[in-house]
């Protein structure tokens, strides 16, 4: 018998009560996982303007009032101190630990960034019938630094990174269609078929993650992708800084179906309306 | 002073009385232009069949009772026999006249198919400020045939035929998502990127309308094409057929905007349920 924990709340119970602390890829199914962002409300304040100006790679699912660690809108029983399985804290740009709680770093100036994940669109595809080769592979998706500029605020900016997954012309197309409906979580491409004119030269070399093969009648398909905020926050070497640790995401109470959308993104809780 | 007519009752006036009888592409912009097939109740059932199993070349807006010759749905004061500019008349696949109306032709066996246009679906791409090259170059969009059979449903059979209109990719992207609005009018394309995969072997030389230049930097973006049952109608060679001349095509009352839709093709309505 699997120890596997399977639904959102028994994930995060694994998690706090440390009995978890591995990668959260393919536990409770059905439902979106998200990538963690903490920062002391005096860089705060910028951060959540970056990521409201580039939505493509930081869709918000939720942005949490100064010093709260429950998320309201995503679960409510949640505490984001302890429950994903590990985390990374930062100190002007630099990682100094990697515990699998926070509680004793907690500050009530501290603000938590809930950002759309991939998963819930990969579930999407695979569910559509389409091949998405790394997940066939049981590798990292590949990943590339572009040279599309992200649109600065303050300290934060950056190159776009991508996200690459190679389909036939046909299949290239469902996945625009199907991922056009996950505003929240990446949505549609940014770019299909010539990676040298957004800047990647060797797709065999991703800066992240694991080359895939693409196959001669295949078109590789770019998204934007999560990792840019988080090379976004380490080149801007704030203070101080906590993100969940790659892979180890945050599991929601929301339902991939829920960031099901035909056009507009999800509703954005702004910080300042909660508090 | 221009004399064009401007609404779709003053095109199909100006069509009745004769004092039009050119090319529709233009005229009332914002409403729903159609293509028209007549075929005798006896080939009209498998016609209507091979309609509904290939939807994306031949999309229906209507089919009207057998003798109806007023389109109940997409134009409730129209007459088809004289409201398009005008006609092309068929026996066993030879044309045989170019009428600008058909009153003397009409039988009370004959079944009138009205067909989606991609007209629509190219307003909404230039209305989203996407560059369309044939409408730039104010030339006829390229058609090919391709390697694409169609579902053939009896006599009625053969290869799909696609118009290719050259997108850079983000615009390509783009185009899928707004055209996969418009599923009545062909929908999302059916290829991108590699014309040889679908049986296309020189795109400088289309096999219906005009070629048109290609950048290093775009990609062709191929949609269903509406000549498709043109070409299957007439090597079906029925004993009897009107269509309507190419490029002077039925305006309906129906606005651009009721075809929009985000998922589900626009409800068919039946032959049989008018009846």
Chains 1, 2 share one sequence.
């Not at 605020?153 to 409906?181: C, K, N, Y």
Request: negative net charge; hydrophobic residues 40%; proline residues 10%.
């Amino acid at each position: 018998m699997s120890n596997r924990p399977s639904t959102p709340a028994e994930v995060r119970r694994a998690c706090r009560s440390g009995s978890w602390s591995e990668q959260t890829s393919g536990l409770a199914p059905g439902f979106a996982q998200a990538n963690l962002v903490i920062l002391p409300q005096a860089d705060a304040d910028e951060f959540h303007e970056f990521c409201r100006r580039n939505p493509k790679p930081c869709p918000l699912l939720e942005v949490l009032p100064a010093g709260e660690f429950v998320p309201r809108r995503l679960a409510p029983d949640a505490d984001l101190r302890t429950d994903l399985p590990r985390y990374r804290v930062w100190k002007h740009g630099e990682l100094i630990d990697d515990p699998t709680e926070i509680n004793s770093l907690w500050r009530d100036d501290l603000v938590a960034f809930l950002i759309g994940c991939s998963f819930t669109f990969e579930a999407a595809l695979l569910e559509a019938g389409l091949p998405v080769r790394h997940v066939e592979l049981e590798c990292n998706v590949p990943m590339f630094r572009t040279s599309i500029d992200c649109e600065s605020v303050g300290r934060f900016h950056g190159p776009l990174v991508v996200s690459m997954r190679p389909f036939r012309p046909a299949d290239a197309i469902r996945a625009v269609q199907i991922t056009s409906r996950f505003p929240a979580v990446h949505g549609a491409p940014v770019h299909l078929g010539f990676p040298e004119q957004i800047g990647i030269a060797d797709l065999a070399r991703p800066d992240f993650g694991d080359p895939v093969p693409i196959h001669s009648d295949e078109l590789p398909v770019f998204w934007a992708c999560g990792v840019t905020p988080q090379t976004v926050l380490m080149a801007a070497r704030p203070e101080f800084a906590i993100t969940h640790t790659p892979g180890c995401m945050f599991v929601s109470d929301m339902t991939d179906r829920e960031l099901l959308q035909s056009e507009e993104p999800v509703e954005i809780i702004d910080r300042n309306e909660l508090s």
